[in-house]
């Protein structure tokens, strides 16, 4: 079993900045990409960022320039710094492990519970 935990959600006024983080646990053996994805009400889920075991990164158009993502490979954490936030990234922001190889050698996709994010003033 894998599990994903987030934290670091919340409100925030436009302009200001979060940071999101998501540690994987459990009978992991390497997870290959860590990325976030968010879904605003009425919308698809969609990807925010991705980042490769090796660090190679994926960014939304609409975040690049405000938001980085990086991990921790040693603590099987994804963290996503997110700045200059605007009302429509408002989203609840799902945390995903993908190509997660585990001890006993099989392959899981896991997301998060996912952390609510609300831009407002």
């Known amino acids: 079993q894998v599990q994903l935990v987030e934290s670091g959600g919340g409100l925030v006024q436009p302009g200001g900045s979060l940071r999101l983080s998501c540690a994987a646990s459990?009978?992991?053996?390497?997870?290959?990409?860590m990325g976030w994805y968010r879904q605003a009400p009425g919308n698809q889920r969609e990807l925010v960022a991705r980042?490769?075991?090796?660090?190679?990164?994926v960014l939304a158009d609409s975040v690049k320039g405000r938001f980085t993502i990086s991990r921790d490979n040693a603590r099987n954490t994804v963290y996503l710094q997110m700045n200059s936030l605007k009302p429509e990234d408002t989203a609840v922001y799902y945390c995903?492990?993908?190509?997660?190889?585990?001890?006993?050698?099989?392959?899981?996709?896991?997301w998060g519970q996912g952390t609510l994010v609300t831009v407002s003033s």
């Open positions: 995903n492990a993908d190509r997660v190889v585990t001890v006993a050698r099989s392959t899981l996709a896991v």
């Open positions: 459990g009978s992991i053996f390497i997870i290959n990409d």
């Open positions: 980042i490769s075991s090796s660090g190679n990164t």
